[in-house]
Nanobody
Framework: QVQLVESGGGLVQAGGSLRLSCAASGRTFYSYAMGWFRQAPGKERDFIAAIERSGDSTYYADSVKGRFTISRDNAKNTVYLQMNSLKPEDTAVYYC?????????????????????WGQGTQVTVSS
C-alpha cells in the first residue's frame, strides 16, 4: 500500500508556471507507475500525464502536451508535474495516483480505473 500527498498548488496568472509534487510513503515507490489527473467543478476527473516505474516512458493528454512535464525521483519517492504556460482552463484540483506495476498500453496509463491509490488533491487556480 502507498499513501500519496500532493503539494505545490496555488494561484498563478495566465502564462505562469507551477510545479506540483507528490510524495509517496513506503519503500517500494519504484514499483508503482504514477499518474496525474485533474478535476474541475462539475466535471469528470481527466487524465493529464503518466510515467512508468523507471521514468523511461511518459504519456500526456493532448491538452497539456508541450506545456506540462511529468518526472519522478525514485530516491526521493516523489513524482513531479511541471506546468508552464498555464491557462485559465487549467484551473482544477490536481490529483496524483499510483498503480502497482507498469502500463500495458497508453490507454491503460490514461484510465482513472487503472489507479488504486490517490492523493487528496491540490488546488490550482489560473487567473486571466
Amino acid at each position: 500500500q502507498v499513501q500519496l500527498v500532493e503539494s505545490g498548488g496555488g494561484l498563478v496568472q495566465a502564462g505562469g508556471s507551477l510545479r506540483l509534487s507528490c510524495a509517496a510513503s513506503g519503500r517500494t515507490f519504484y514499483s508503482y507507475a504514477m499518474g496525474w489527473f485533474r478535476q474541475a467543478p462539475g466535471k469528470e476527473r481527466d487524465f493529464i500525464a503518466a510515467i512508468e516505474r523507471s521514468g523511461d516512458s511518459t504519456y500526456y493528454a493532448d491538452s497539456v502536451k508541450g506545456r506540462f512535464t511529468i518526472s519522478r525521483d525514485n530516491a526521493k519517492n516523489t513524482v513531479y508535474l511541471q506546468m508552464n504556460s498555464l491557462k485559465p482552463e487549467d484551473t482544477a484540483v490536481y490529483y496524483c495516483a499510483a498503480r502497482l506495476g507498469g502500463y500495458s498500453s497508453t490507454a491503460q496509463a490514461m484510465a482513472v480505473t487503472t489507479y488504486r491509490y490517490w492523493g487528496q488533491g491540490t488546488q490550482v487556480t489560473v487567473s486571466s
